[in-house]
């Protein structure tokens, strides 16, 4: 435990998991909007799989809208957190780059930045049967200037040493990849996945002022005529200007 009202800076770091990250992802809120994952988890039914599932922000949620939850995550207490909170439901401590579960879903999810390297998409798109979806900070917002409680350190090539603050006093700082959403379908084709949709965070689905976006992807082995025919039209309607993550409300 930290003591009160000290600035307690955090990181996301499977290998070596900070017991602070925990305590900060335990102390959020539960997700009031579960859009658009619930639609996605409903449109796909049965079981989900759910990547980098945390404390149960968004878990719980989900669950109690009666999704069944499969969750795997590196960080031993988030785990420990979500079990006091759905003691039914199946968790597994693992890395989600080394995950060979003898079992495919028809939808992964990865909210959270936490499938934006090809190593963590590919396990995602090993256990997918259909769908997988996902959530990417923004570059294009991420770069443009004067975001209050989120300050990039550094910007080189790829990637960004960022700070984002929390309430209660906490800063996450991240190592990020600069994932720019014109460049999703390059990450997504190594992994055997084909772009269905890319929206941002608002229901209009532009991506000029959003901080994360969303990517709907499918595997490729599952996918249809009907399928790869909607993917051109919905594609065609997103705004080309556009794992810290942005639960900060
Ligand atoms: C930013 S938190 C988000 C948690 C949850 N998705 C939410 O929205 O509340 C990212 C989560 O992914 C987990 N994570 C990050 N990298 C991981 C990896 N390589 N393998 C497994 N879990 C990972 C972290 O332990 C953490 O619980």
Request: glycine share 12%; proline share 6%; charged share 25%.
């Amino acid at each position: 435990m930290y003591a009160p009202g000290v600035g307690r800076i955090v990181r996301d770091d499977p290998e070596h998991p900070d017991p602070g990250f925990a305590e900060l992802y335990a102390s959020l809120p539960d997700a009031t909007d579960r859009e658009p994952w619930l639609g996605w988890c409903r449109a796909a039914g049965g079981a989900v799989l759910y990547l980098g599932v945390g404390a149960g922000r968004l878990a719980v949620p989900l669950a109690g809208a009666g999704i069944e939850v499969v969750g795997v995550d590196a960080h031993p207490a988030m785990l420990d957190h979500l079990r006091r909170r759905l003691p039914e439901a199946d968790l597994l401590l693992a890395r989600i780059e080394d995950l060979r579960l003898e079992r495919r879903f028809g939808l992964v999810l990865g909210p959270s930045g936490v499938l934006g390297t090809p190593e963590r998409l590919a396990a995602a798109a090993r256990h997918a049967r259909g769908l997988v979806a996902m959530e990417l900070m923004n570059p294009h917002w991420l770069l443009a200037a004067g975001h209050p409680g989120v300050r990039v350190l550094r910007a080189t090539g790829g990637g960004a040493e960022i700070e984002v603050d929390y309430p209660g006093g906490w800063t996450q700082r991240a190592q990020v990849q600069l994932l720019w959403p014109e460049e999703v379908e390059r990450l997504l084709a190594p992994a055997g996945l084909g772009l269905e949709l890319m929206r941002g965070r608002d229901d209009d689905g532009g991506l000029a002022d959003s901080e994360t976006y969303f990517v709907l992807a499918r595997a490729r082995r599952t996918a249809s005529r009907t399928a790869g025919a909607t993917s051109s039209a919905k594609r065609r309607s997103w705004v080309s200007t556009s794992s810290a993550s942005g639960h900060r409300t």
